[in-house]
T-cell receptor, first 114, second 116 residues
Framework: DQQVKQNSPSLSVQEGRISILNCDYTNSMFDYFLWYKKYPAEGPTFLISISSIKDKNEDGRFTVFLNKSAKHLSLHIVPSQPGDSAVYFCAARGSGGSNYKLTFGKGTLLTVNP | GAVVSQHPSWVICKSGTSVKIECRSLDFQATTMFWYRQFPKQSLMLMATSNEGSKATYEQGVEKDKFLINHASLTLSTLTVTSAHPEDSSFYIC????????????FGDGTRLSIL
């Protein structure tokens, strides 16, 4: 059972436009959400995170929105740049003491065209 | 910063040999480190959680005698794939968490393991 879902395996966007990457989750115990960017043959790079007590977090060109009632989060990148082309993973973590395990989605391949 | 170094980045070896992969947090201490495995075009699957000074916690379906984890210090965890076989070929990635609470995991660059 996949608890974190990224239903779009790929997304193509024109340079300068907005990229919107979506993620849905099923486990209501998740309370901390993260987005990672990954290039081939490299480890994921942390981008931005959000706690369940917030509905928005912004860092430069990256903004993450959380809709708890819908169990949905999204990552907005604006303006998109060709260097943003990579696989983006959504991850979630539950509460519960020292349990810091992350559950990952399958990723969305973002291609930003010049 | 939060830099995690993983070594080696690429290994090819014969079936039956054991392979050790190192994961180091270079500029912070990590009480907890994690080991993941990624199959082509799939997500990262957590294999085990490694706690400094104690036994690792393995996920369901992961053989602890096959994948030996040692976390001897706050900056180093090792994963040893024992008696490796071709089906163990994969991309192995470690991560480390800088502190407790809502902190992100920071990942190494992974190790591509190919067993012939």
């Amino acid at each position: 059972d996949q608890q974190v879902k990224q239903n779009s395996p790929s997304l193509s966007v024109q340079e300068g436009r907005i990229s919107i990457l979506n993620c849905d989750y099923t486990n209501s115990m998740f309370d901390y959400f993260l987005w990672y960017k990954k290039y081939p043959a490299e480890g994921p790079t942390f981008l931005i995170s959000i706690s369940s007590i917030k509905d928005k977090n912004e860092d430069g060109r990256f903004t993450v929105f959380l809709n708890k009632s819908a169990k949905h989060l999204s990552l907005h990148i604006v303006p998109s740049q060709p260097g943003d082309s990579a696989v983006y993973f959504c991850a979630a973590r539950g509460s519960g003491g020292s349990n810091y395990k992350l559950t990952f989605g399958k990723g969305t391949l973002l291609t930003v065209n010049p | 910063g939060a830099v995690v170094s993983q070594h080696p980045s690429w290994v090819i070896c014969k079936s039956g040999t054991s392979v050790k992969i190192e994961c180091r947090s270079l500029d912070f201490q990590a009480t907890t480190m994690f080991w993941y495995r990624q199959f082509p075009k799939q997500s990262l699957m957590l294999m085990a959680t490694s706690n400094e000074g104690s036994k690792a916690t393995y996920e369901q379906g992961v053989e602890k005698d096959k994948f030996l984890i040692n976390h001897a210090s706050l900056t180093l965890s090792t994963l040893t794939v024992t008696s490796a076989h071709p089906e163990d070929s994969s991309f192995y990635i470690c991560s480390a968490q800088k502190g407790n609470g809502n902190q992100p995991q920071h990942f190494g660059d992974g190790t591509r393991l190919s067993i012939l």
